[in-house]
């Protein structure tokens, strides 16, 4: 029975606590994975029979450095988990047996209800944690690396504690069943406090957003009375504006009609196209957060002198993508558009636009002038790169993780006649 409590069960372990791992983090295995994973499984079996249960350590170590190339914070955070899942299956399995069983390790039937139960309670706990993993991937801390950072320590230092305080020798019955139960609620208590904390930090961002969206729309309603006060202004002097072309026209000066129509009339024009925002067609966007951000964004660039366009040639009412993370990739392309619209000296242009391609998809296009010399498109989305100085590039950096993060979304970004052009599609989940 030695052999079943040195090896099998050890194994069982890592081979869930792999397993776990690939869930959370949705990888597929290589030929390349499967091998460094056997080579880490086969070391960490022959090095407990020396080390103990510090050699978990060794083997999270090896992990987490594996699971970062596949999936950089995400992925360690979802090491820490799996591990607390191992700790907590392992020392909940413990107590129960214990409680129903005699507490004789090396009996044939404590290790099997042990292995068995072991597994039932690690894969309850495992869907668990993937549940509030998903509702984390869905939310803005999960592109939110201090957070991330902040909760992958706390649980590495969780880690460590337990490890420490672990009994290094034999121990009665009796404080086997108590350090199981003290261990359980304590890694309960962690995961409790860890959860309340992250939907407490998720809703005092989603209430910040709420009042920003609240303000957006303000502002989009301001605008639309601005204009609606200056088409009645229009509509009241129109007349009077026409009225001033009689005497050219009665009198047959051409010539000075059309001196008049190019030094008065253009110019009234010109200074109403800077005033009105251009949304032919953006009643069509029935998105209503979408349009108010859209709306200050536009008034933004207004502010600089920069045209700006939008169009909407369908009604949209769905944009198949969480409104957070919509609104994250709308608002980085937007103001990387403006941004780099200011650098621009002659007539800078900015054109918006939202094509729904009948009922499989939607595509959000924005279009700006750029500079001839503007860098290699791979180049703009490395993480701190950027053409404004240092420590400024995360802009297209989160950009690309938000979409790559999302199944349903694709992002071309191409720079064509000195136009920097991006592409978002949105691709229906039921289509």
Known sequence: MAFLNLYVLPIIQILLLIFSIKFFNKIYF???DVTILLVVIILNVVLLQVWGSQTLLILLIIVSIWAYVKNKILGILTVLGS????????FVTIWLIITILDYNTSSVTFQLYYAGTFV???IISMYIIHYFLTRLN???LSFNKVYLITVSLFLITAILLLNIYLPKSTVSFKDVKFLSLIFSVFI????ILIIT????????????????EIENYYKYTLQIEKINHEMRKFRHDYVNILSTLSDFIREEDMEGLRDYFHSEI???QDSMQMNAIKINGIENLHVREIKGLLTTKILQAQEKNIRISIEVPEPIEKIDMPIINLSRVIGILLDNAIEASEKITEDPLIRIAFIKNEDTSVTFIVMNKCEPDMPKVHTLFQENFSTKGKNRGLGLSTLKELTDSTTNVLLDTTIDNNYF???VEILNSDS
């Open 30 to 32: 290589t030929i390349k």
């Open 83 to 90: 591990c607390f899942i191992l700790y907590i299956s392992n």
């Open 120 to 122: 039932i309670i690690y």
């Open 138 to 140: 869905k939310s803005v």
């Open 188 to 191: 309960i208590t962690i995961a």
């Open 197 to 212: 904390i992250s939907f407490s930090v998720i809703r005092q961002i989603q209430y910040k957003r709420n009042m920003q």
């Open 266 to 268: 253009l110019s009234m």
């Open 421 to 423: 052009i991006q592409k």
